[in-house]
């Protein structure tokens, strides 16, 4: 796995928003120039190295898949944080998993080349990053490098889901698809995920969050009713990237759990979904699979760990490196000074989980300082479809860290 420097197409911030890739910058007094998208370099792999990243996440979704199971066997969810009505959801929800589909969701490995893939995390509820490695890197392979080939069929597995979804949920209801608005990375990533089951022969509109009304007969919010579109049409099937948590502690988050418990609304993601999005699976893990080549240490009590060991500190709920903080253990599990890095944010009340900071692939930055890099491993439909590589020159992978092209 090597980064190689390259001279950036001279329009390809005309050729990114002719994509509709309008996110490509996000220009800020600290930083006018704000670049998301970064073609000055590219990540070459090795067709082995694809074969590893490939093998490692199948495994490590089945290995997730088996966690959820024994969260909600053993009675664990209480300590993911779950309070009764969403614990109440998701046993509901994995109870009939079968027919309650999953799309989507990005495994975040560490890998350098030299070892096995570990697994940072599990993205697994409202996944970001998903147009620019479907499409837009392909694009850019396409032009830049005609004869050599990605790790990229993520888009082919979409349209696959979205039929399969269909097929065997009955496509006779409109499917509506929802995010918050404005927000251009979201709206983006809702506008390629439409374009994804139109191809996949479902009828379906995109539709803001806010836009979502609930009709009651009555009148009384409390009474029974359902959910509606802005022409009154009513919802039976929503796609969102919206958070579950975001959901349920919204005013009518009530609703939803009910509709979606006596099977009047379905969502994707699943509610069962939220076990796996949750960073406490990673203390789950590495109990059921002690020293498993692709899992770093994790626990939910840093007095696990010994003296010296350098920790990543993630909240439970946490997105996009928010409230991530590393630091140098001392005795009794207690930072030994200050953090070596952290990001501010507004996560970390519902608590956290630990993990051994592991090794990133690195490399030098133009004018000093390393570049790190983070593989965002897509799994659609349970199978691994390719990946997406995020950087950035700091120890904490965020919102704000730029996506850089790979080749193999």
């Not at 076990?275 to 789950?284: G, H, I, T, W």
Request: proline share 7%; charged share 20%; glycine share 10%.
């Amino acid at each position: 796995m090597e980064r190689v420097g390259i001279a950036p197409r001279p329009d390809w911030r005309a050729k990114a928003e002719a994509l509709g890739f309008d996110w490509h910058s996000a220009p800020t007094a600290d930083d006018p120039v704000g670049l998301y998208w970064d073609e000055s370099a590219y990540w070459r792999l090795t067709a082995d190295e694809v074969d590893v990243l490939e093998a490692a996440s199948m495994e490590l979704h089945e290995m997730c898949m088996a966690a959820t199971e024994a969260a909600i066997s053993r009675r664990l969810l209480p300590h993911f944080g779950f309070d009764a009505a969403a614990i109440k959801l998701i046993e509901n929800s994995w109870s009939r998993r079968d027919a309650a589909p999953s799309v989507y969701g990005r495994f975040d490995l560490a890998y350098t080349g030299g070892g096995p893939p570990k697994l940072l995390e599990y993205n697994a509820d409202t996944p970001t990053g998903l147009y620019e490695a479907s499409v837009v890197q392909w694009t850019w392979l396409e032009e830049r490098f005609p004869d050599s080939d990605q790790f990229n069929s993520i888009h082919e597995g979409l349209v696959a889901a979205w039929t399969a979804v269909r097929e065997k949920n009955g496509g006779d209801d409109p499917l509506h698809l929802t995010c918050l608005a404005p927000h251009a990375e979201d709206e983006g990533t809702l506008r390629y995920m439409l374009d994804t089951a139109l191809e996949a022969g479902w009828t379906a509109k995109n539709i803001s969050a806010a836009d979502i009304g609930w009709s009651a007969p009555s009148g009384d919010p409390n009474a029974a009713g359902y959910f509606v579109d802005v022409e009154d049409t009513r919802i039976r099937k929503l796609f969102k990237i919206v958070p579950w948590d975001w959901m349920l502690s919204d005013a009518f988050g009530g609703q939803l759990a009910n509709a979606v418990m006596k099977r009047e609304l379905q969502v994707i993601e699943p509610a069962w979904k939220m076990v796996m999005a949750n960073k406490a699976v990673l203390a789950l893990l590495w109990e059921m699979y002690p020293d498993h080549p692709n899992l770093v240490p994790a626990f939910m009590d840093r007095r696990a760990f010994a003296p010296g060991t350098t920790v990543v500190a993630k909240p439970l709920l946490g997105r996009e490196g928010a409230n991530i903080s590393i630091a140098v253990l001392g005795e009794g599990g207690e930072p030994a000074g200050a953090p070596l890095a952290h990001m501010g944010g507004e996560y970390g009340a519902e608590g956290y989980v630990y993990q051994t900071l592991t090794p990133l692939a690195e490399a030098p930055a133009p004018g000093g300082g390393t570049y790190r890099a983070v593989i965002g491993s897509w799994m659609i439909d349970g199978v691994s479809r390719g990946i997406g590589i995020r950087e950035d020159a700091g120890l904490i992978t965020h919102n704000r860290s730029r996506f850089v092209p790979h080749l193999f």
